[in-house]
């Protein structure tokens, strides 16, 4: 997909995964298997539990109600593949690369992100709360009309990505840096840290007037009456 302006203000939009996936074939193996590889397979409400997926390949994969609590698959590569209401809290993906996938009504908390690389990922719908995304790197990533709770993009590089109908709480941007980041779509905003990294964001005269508490805070202005 061709980059695009949005809106008018020179900000160029994320490219968003296209993804076609051919005829699946249902997974039966007994549980994950650290560097697997995973090739046209279906995990359909599998329970992966705890299970060791470490620097395993998905490629052309669905996981689709499948519970992945405390699941480890750090350093795995999850390419051309959707995962669809998957669950759990404090799955490993540290370190993973995750490439034209889309992730849509997600449960999840305590993800670890932390050093991973996403490139044309469409995270829709659902709820994510403590996502660590620390060091990680993000280009050409949509969050859409998801809710996303206390998310870490502490030290992490943004680069065309778009927030569209989210409810972003308690952001902690320290240390990041964006680039064509558009949170004007945001239907609410909230920084707890890292304000002062917002430069290479575009954001509404709305929102504007909805940080100028914590940009006076930041700038050490002292607002009374």
Do not use: W
């Not at 109908?165 to 707890?192: F, N, P, Q, Y």
Request: a negative charge; aromatic letters at 4%.
């Amino acid at each position: 997909m061709a980059r695009r302006a949005v809106g008018g203000t020179g900000v160029k939009g994320a490219r968003r995964p296209e993804l076609r996936l051919p005829v699946l074939e249902r997974y039966e193996g007994g549980g994950l298997e650290p560097d697997g590889d995973y090739d046209g397979l279906e995990f359909r409400e599998a329970d992966l539990t705890g299970q060791d997926g470490g620097g395993a390949r998905f490629m052309d994969c669905a996981l689709t109600g499948c519970a992945l609590g405390g699941a480890r698959l750090s350093r795995a590569r999850v390419l051309d593949s959707v995962l669809a209401g998957v669950r759990g809290v404090g799955t490993d993906l540290a370190e993973a690369t995750l490439r034209d996938v889309e992730l849509t009504d997600a449960r999840l908390g305590g993800t670890q992100l932390h050093g991973a690389v996403l490139e044309r990922v469409l995270v829709r719908g659902g709820k994510i709360d403590f996502l660590n995304l620390r060091s990680a790197r993000l280009r050409d990533v949509v969050f859409e009309g998801c809710v996303l709770v206390e998310p870490d993009f502490g030290g992490a590089r943004l680069e065309r990505v778009e927030f569209v109908d989210c409810a972003l709480k308690g952001v902690d941007l320290s240390g990041a840096t964006l680039r064509d980041v558009d949170l004007r779509g945001a239907a609410s905003l909230e920084i707890a840290r890292g304000v002062d990294r917002l430069s290479g964001a575009v954001i509404s005269a709305a929102q504007l007037l909805d940080l100028a508490p914590v940009l006076a805070g930041e700038l050490g202005i002292e607002v009374e009456g």
